[in-house]
């Protein structure tokens, strides 16, 4: 008996198309992005990172070396994670959104993401196609033509956000501080007199590889000797993804900018007028953004300290309960050992 439709190719009883399940995790996934973006302003623009100057016999090279780098935040890990697994997550909601608009209720469908365009099963021996899910023929040919085995910019890119969601899933991603091809200087202003009597140099070299203790990253050349390092000179640092990972090497605000006009420009805004969907109700207007405190967090991460024997990040409380000769006088729950309370 052929089931029973309302006119529109979709079985009568089931749910008409909607995106407000995507666009929530959408905008979570926007929302994660904005705290990275001020959680690594504040690691990178803050004194967390500190190099030491060797000066060339003649005074044209100065090459900074990297002094006891501290690791990434877990912080900045984990939201990282966050926001790659929402948009993922967007993709799957979308899917089931595809199947409704196709005239079937969805089960348990996922986004396809297909490196091959056939597999043999392994039970039957047939070869079958990896496209499995139950939709039209134009919303399967536009899913077709996304895939990372025609080796298309949007196939390379699904590809890309499929891999490092899997990482996410089962480890830590991977991401290393790097030096970048530029040093900042600080301007002349009350606090900084004299910082225009010292010459700017030019940047001829950088080491790509994480920083290391002891490592060169950094090379400035001058144009005439100077044989004393510029004090206000810093050097800018940036997060990337390490390897193993599709992103290698990639600086990860960058790739995940990428991956948010992937997600919503080109495969959502792609599919939503073929299933009927109006641009209005992309994403969810009645939420409201999540604000985050750019100088909270740029002061949060100027309280922690790195602990190289303990591997980590330490908050004052923590920092006077394990190494109470570190913190300042004034933060010290109790006197160190073999002094008096004032």
Known sequence: MPLETDGRSRVKGTKPPS??????KMWRAQTHLNILRDQLAALTEGDVYSF?????????NHTYYSSHPARVPDSIVVVLGD??????????HLACQLVRASGQEPGNVAFPIQHEKTAVDPCTGIERPTLALPVRD??????????????????????????LDIIDKHRDQLVVATAVGSAKTRVYDIDNPDVGRYP???????????????????????????????????????VRFGNPGPAKGQ????????????????IVGAFAPMIGVVSGDWPPGDLVTLRWNRRAAIQHHRDLSWFPGDG???????????????VRPYLRSEPPHGTESP
Do not use: F
């Open 19 to 24: 995106l407000y399940s995507a666009g929530l």
């Open 52 to 60: 030491e100057v060797k000066i060339d016999a003649d005074g044209l």
């Open 83 to 92: 926001c790659i697994h929402n948009l993922r997550s967007v993709l799957d």
């Open 138 to 163: 134009d919303i399967r040919d536009s899913l077709d033509s996304m895939q990372p085995y025609h080796g298309t910019d949007i196939g390379r890119r699904l590809n890309w956000l499929n891999g």
């Open 200 to 238: 700017l140099g030019r940047v001829t070299k950088i080491w790509p590889e994480p920083l290391k203790h002891g490592k060169p990253c950094l090379r400035l050349t001058y144009p005439a000797p100077q044989l004393e390092a510029n004090p206000y000179t810093k050097v800018a640092v940036k």
């Open 251 to 266: 600086h990860i605000l960058t790739v995940l900018e990428d991956l948010v006009k992937l997600v919503r420009d080109d």
């Open 312 to 326: 980590m990040w330490l908050p004052p409380e923590e920092q006077a309960r394990r190494h109470p000769e570190s």
